[in-house]
C-alpha cells in the first residue's frame, strides 16, 4: 500500500496515510513517483480557496515517475507505446468529455465543466490521483509524456505547472520579432515566462517583483532588467517601464502575480494598441478597481484571459526543456526537495515565499 | 461669412457667429453642410470632460455636405474625381501622420499622438473645420466619400458616427455564424450595434438598456430581444442573458453605455471563453470595480477596448446604408432636426436622454 | 431486419439487402430514417475515388431520424437528455480519438487519422452505419443534434452536407462587414455559401457556375449577381467579377467547384491581400497549373483549404435553417426524393447535373 | 556631381555617370553611401524581368549612410531629430499614398499602387534615389531609421533586404514554441528566415537548398539540419523532412527560393493543417503544377503569400541586428565588397551564386 500525504480539509495538517494500490484498468498506467511539486493553488488548497474540492485529496497535480504497469497498449501523442521503465510526466487535466458544448462547439476544453485535474478535483475517494504519494495511478485517457533526451526528471519538475502555464500564457501574447515585454510576478510562472517571452522574439523583457533574489533568478534565466516591487510605489514602477520603452509601454505585458491590485498597474504599463495576458489571478483573491476609459478602451487593449494548460502545452513543455534548457536554467527556481513527512513544512516554506519551488520527493 | 454654432468653452453656452471663409488650398474641399449631429461626446465637451480641447471650436465630427468648390482634383477612395454638387461625407479624423511610431510601426493610425478630428480637437482659429457650420472646410488628405446610390444625407447622418464606432466594434468583436451577442446600451452606437451583429450571423442579439422608447426602437431595428435597466439590478440582468443562452452567457457582448459599472455585469454575462468588447467608455467616467479571478481569468476572455473609427469604417459604413438601409431604418433613430439658433436646447434634450439622435441642419 | 441500399464496389449497382439489426451499446442510439441525400461524394464513391473505402457499404453520410431507442441516458450539446421520438441529425465523423498528435496537440480533428465517417468510411461489416438504409444505429460518443423549433426534417436535409461544409468553408474566409464575395460554383456547397456569405456581412455576393436553372436557384437565394460558366471563358469571367469590384477583384473568393483548374481563375479574381477558400476540391481530380508570382506572392494573397466540417458546423447548422429557413429556403435546392430501390437512378441523375440534391426516403 | 553605377536598360552593362547633386527639401536629407547591396532583385533587372522598371536606373534598393544635409528637422520613428554625423537606412519602399483604397481601406499598403521603390521603381530622372551612388537623397516622408548601438554600416548591410523580407515572412509565419519549421532556399532571405524561427520559438529548423557552402553558413546561422537539393530528387527531400517531423511534416515551411517548382513540394513537406509561406516567387519565373486535392484542400492548410517588407519589418530588423547580431553572425553571409567600377562583375558573381551577399561600397 503506497504511502501518500493527504490534505484532510482546509487549514487541517497534512497527514501521511497509507493508501489502497489500484487496480489497472485498460489503458491505465501505474507510476513510481519521482518528483512531484508544491505550486502556490496547494496553498490555496490548503486554505480552502477553491471551490468544489472533494476534500480528503492527494494534492500535487504536475509529477513525474517511472512506469511501473501498464494496461495493456498505452501510447504516447506520436503513436509510440509506451512501455515498462519509461519516465514519464502527464497532463493533469482529465476527463474533458469531449462531448459538451464547451468541448465540441466552442472549441474551449480547459472549460469543460466536467473535467477533472490530478490532486485538485480528484480525492481520495476517487484513487491515487495526486503527485505527494509514492505511487500514481493514471486512469485510461489521461495525457502520458515520455520525457525527450535531454530532460531528466528534475528538469521536468523544475519547469513544472508553471513552464506549462507560461506556454499557454506566451501563446495568448502573440509575441512578435521585436516586442518589448513586461512580466508581472517572479513566481514560478512569471519565472518561466520571462525566458519564453526571448525564445518567442522579444525584443526587451523586464521582470517585475521581488524579493530580490527571485529578480537574481529572472536575471540569470535571461530578463533584460528587473523592477522590484520592495520600495517603489505603482506609479514609479509605471513610469519605469515606460522609460525603458521609449515612452509607450511595453507591447505586451503578461501578469502572473496572484494579486488583483497588478492589473491596474499592468494595464497602465501596456502600450496603446497592446496586449495584456492575465494568467496569475488562477484563485480567488478577491476585487479591484479599474479604469475602463484610460485603461481599456482609449488604449483600444487587448486584455486576455489564461486558464490553466493544455496537454499541448505539456508536450511542448517537454521540448522546450530538451533544445533550451541547458542554457535557461530552469533548475535554478528548485529551492529544496522535501518527504512525504515534511509537506507541512513545504507549504509553510512555499506560502512564506522563503522557496520559488518546492519539489517533493515521495520515495525519497 | 458663413454662420457657426461656437462652443466658446466648458460649460458656456454656443453662441452662433460669423467665420471668415477659409482659402482653399489645392486638395481642399469647400462643403455647404446638409446635415451634422449631436453626439454623445458633444454633451461631454461641453461640461469640459475631455483633455486637449482648444475652445472655443465648432462642434459637430460627422456630417454630410454639398460640394461647392475643389482646389483642383481630389479623388474618393476608388480613385475616382470628387466634382461640384456631389453629396459627401468625410472621415472626421485627420492628420494621423504616417511617420510616427504608431502609425507606421504598430500600425495602429487611430492612437497617433497627431491626430487631430473635426469638431473636437481642431478650434476655430485652426478654420472652419466643425459641422455646426453653414460650411467646413476639408483640408487637403481628408477622407472625402461620396454617397452611393440608395443613401440620402439623411440617411447618412441617421448612420452617424454611431454607426461607424458599432462598424470598428463589431470587426473587433468577430462574430461567427451563430454567435449569442449581447449589446449593452441603447444611444447610438448600441443601437447601430445590434443590427450589424445580425448583419455578421449572429443568432441571438439581446440589447440592455433604456428608457423603454429605445428598446422599442432596437427591436424594430431587428434586436430579437431588450432588457431593461429600469427595475432590474445587474445581478437580475445576467441572469436574463444566460437564461436566454443556455445557462451559458453570450458568445459576444459589446458594451456601448459609457458607464463603468456596466464593464464588470457585461464581463459576468459573457460566456467562458467569449469575447467582450469595449466601445462606451469614451469619456472619462471614472473608475469601476472588477473581479479579475472570475471576470476574466477563469472565464479565458477576451476583452478588447475600440477606439474611434477609421476610414475604412466610414467608407464601409456608406456601403452598409445602401445595401441594408431600408430595412434597418437608421432613420427611426432621428428625433428632431435643429437649425444653428437652436444648439443649447439640442444639447440639453440628448443629455436628457429625450431623444437619440438631433440632427442638426445649419442652413434651414 | 432493416432494408439497405448498399454499394458493394466501384462500379457496381446499388442494390437493396436486409441487414442485421444492431444491438445499442449504453450511449447508443437507433434511429428510423427519415431523409438522407446524395452528395457528388457518393458519386466519387461509385466511381472508386476515394482512398480507403471498406467496400461493401451503405452510404449516406448525413441523414435525420426518429429516435427509437437509446442505451440509457445520451445528451444533446446542451446537457439535455435525447428522447424516444426525437427528431435528430448527427455529426457524420466520428471516432476523432481526442488521444492523438491532431486531435490534442494541433487541435486539428478534421485531421485525425482514426476518423471514421458514416456512409464513407465505416462498412457494411462496421454495423448499420450509413443513411441509404431504414435504420440507423448512432454508436456511443456519435455527436447528436435534436431539431430546433422551426426546422423540419425536410429543411435539415435541405441543407445537408453542404451547409454543413459551407459554414466551415465561411468561417475560414473571416468575412467583414461590406466585403466583396465571388463564389465559385453552385452545387450544394456553393448554393449554401452564396446566403451564408450574405449572413456574414458580405456588401456583394456573386455566383460563378452552371447550368443556368441553378444560377436562378442561386439568385433566389440571395446571389446579387451570377456569371455562367457556358459560353465564357475563364478570362472573360475573372475580366466580370473585376468588373464588379471596381477593378480590384473580390475580398473574398470561396472555391466550391470541384474542377482543378478553377483554382487559378479563382486566384485571379481576388484582389491583392484578399483571402481565397478552397472547399471544393474534396476529391482528387488531378492537378492543375498555377503562376505563384502573380496569383500568390506578389498579390500577398490567403489560401485556405477546408477540409470537412465538424460538429460544431453541425450545430450551427441547425441554428442557422431555424433562423433564415424561411427566408432563404433551401428547400428549393431539392429535385426529388428517392426511394431505397431508385438509388442507382438517383446517382445517375446528381451525376449527371439534372438535379442539385437527391434526397432519399428509406421508409417511404 | 556624386558618381553612380547606372543601368541603363535590360541587357546592357552597367556604366558609371556622374549623376546632379539633388535640391534638398523641407524634409529631405542627403546621404553619403557607406554600403549599398547586390539583390537578387538587382538581377532580375538586369534581365528586364519586371514590369515598369523607368531605365535607366540606379539600383540598390537597401543601404546605409551618414547624414550629410538635412531639410529642416526630420524625425526618427520615435520622434528623436536626425542629426549631420548619424549613420541610417531608411525604407526603401516610399509614395504609399495613404489615400488609396489599399492603404485607407483594405490596410495593405504593400499594395499600394503609387508607391515606388528606391533603386527598382525610381529612375535617374527622378533623381539620386538609388544605393550604388556615392551619395543618395532621401526625400520628405522617407522612413529614415538611424542605426542603434551595437549595429554598424557593415552588419547592418549583411542583415539589408533579405533580413527585412524574412522578419515580414515570419510575421506571416505565426510561429508557436516548438514549432517544426522548414525553410526552402538559402539565398539571403531563406539565411535569415532560418534564424528568426529560431529567435521566434520554433522547436526545429530545417533548411533545403545549395549550394553545400550555403547549407554550411546556414548551419553557422542556427539551423538545426540541412538537406542539400545537389544530390537528391523532390520526393526524397520530401521524406526526409518527413522522417525530421515523426512522419507529420512542418508545422511551417517557408519558402524562399524563387523557383515556382518548389510550391508543390513545399506543400507537401508541410503537415495537415500547418501553415505554407510563399516569399520567394518575387519575380516572374513562370508557372507550376500543384494537387489542391492533395495540398490544400485535403490538407485543411493555409497558404500566405508575402509581399515585400513595410518600415516597420525595417525597423525592427535593427532591432534584431542589434540584440542578436553577434550571436548569429549576419557577416557570414557577405562575400565581397566591390567598388562602383566593379558592378558587372558583382552582378555575375551573384548570379552565378558564387557568393551569397555581394556588399556595395560606393566610396571605397
Known amino acids: 500500500m503506497p504511502r501518500a500525504a493527504v490534505m484532510t480539509g482546509p487549514g487541517a495538517p497534512i497527514e501521511v496515510r497509507e493508501l489502497p494500490a489500484p487496480e489497472i484498468e485498460p489503458g491505465g498506467i501505474l507510476l513510481e513517483t519521482i ?21 480528503p485529496i492527494v494534492p500535487g497535480h504536475v509529477s513525474v515517475g517511472w512506469v511501473v504497469e501498464t494496461g495493456g497498449r498505452v501510447e504516447d501523442p506520436d503513436g ?51 503527485g505527494w504519494s509514492e505511487a500514481i495511478y493514471l486512469k485510461p485517457g489521461v495525457g502520458v509524456i515520455p520525457l525527450p533526451d535531454g530532460v531528466d526528471a528534475r ?13 499557454h500564457a506566451v501563446d495568448r501574447a502573440e509575441i512578435r520579432i521585436g516586442d518589448l515585454v513586461a512580466v508581472q510576478g517572479c513566481g514560478p510562472v512569471g519565472l518561466s515566462a520571462a525566458p519564453l517571452a526571448l525564445l518567442s ?16 533568478v529572472a536575471r540569470s534565466m535571461g530578463a533584460d532588467t528587473t523592477v522590484p516591487l520592495d520600495g517603489t510605489s505603482a ?63 482609449r488604449k483600444h487593449l487587448d486584455v486576455r484571459g489564461v486558464w490553466g494548460a493544455g496537454y499541448d502545452h505539456f508536450v511542448r513543455m517537454t521540448g522546450v526543456l ?13 529551492g529544496r526537495e522535501y518527504g ?13 515565499g522563503r522557496i520559488v519551488k518546492a519539489v517533493v520527493a515521495p520515495n525519497g
Not at 201 to 210: D, N, R, S
Request: hydrophobic letters at 35%; aromatic letters at 6%; proline letters at 4%.
Open 35 to 55: 518528483y512531484s511539486e508544491v505550486c502556490g493553488t496547494d496553498v490555496h488548497l490548503r486554505h480552502g480557496r477553491l471551490a468544489g474540492v472533494p476534500y
Open 80 to 130: 509510440r507505446p509506451i512501455a515498462v521503465g519509461d519516465v514519464v510526466t502527464f497532463h493533469d487535466v482529465h476527463e474533458t468529455c469531449q462531448r459538451c458544448w464547451f468541448c465540441r462547439v466552442a472549441g474551449a476544453p480547459n472549460r469543460c465543466p466536467h473535467r477533472k485535474v490530478y490532486g485538485i478535483t480528484y480525492g481520495v475517494r476517487d484513487g491515487l490521483l495526486g
Open 155 to 167: 528538469r521536468l519538475i523544475a519547469g513544472g505547472c508553471g513552464l506549462a502555464t507560461a506556454i
Open 201 to 216: 522574439g522579444a525584443g526587451l523583457v523586464i521582470v517585475i517583483g521581488g524579493p530580490a533574489g527571485r529578480l537574481e
Open 235 to 297: 506609479e514609479e514602477r509605471v513610469a519605469r517601464v515606460r522609460d525603458l520603452t521609449a515612452g509607450r509601454g511595453t507591447d505586451v505585458t503578461i501578469e502572473a502575480t496572484g494579486s488583483p491590485a497588478a492589473i491596474g498597474e499592468g494595464l497602465r504599463m501596456t502600450r496603446d494598441a497592446g496586449r495584456y495576458v492575465v494568467a496569475g489571478q488562477y484563485t480567488d483573491a478577491g476585487e479591484t478597481t479599474i479604469h475602463p476609459h484610460e485603461m481599456i478602451n
Open 322 to 334: 530538451a533544445r533550451h534548457g541547458d542554457r535557461i536554467g530552469w533548475e535554478r527556481t528548485i
Open 340 to 352: 512525504l513527512d515534511e509537506m507541512n513544512e513545504a507549504l509553510a516554506d512555499v506560502e512564506a
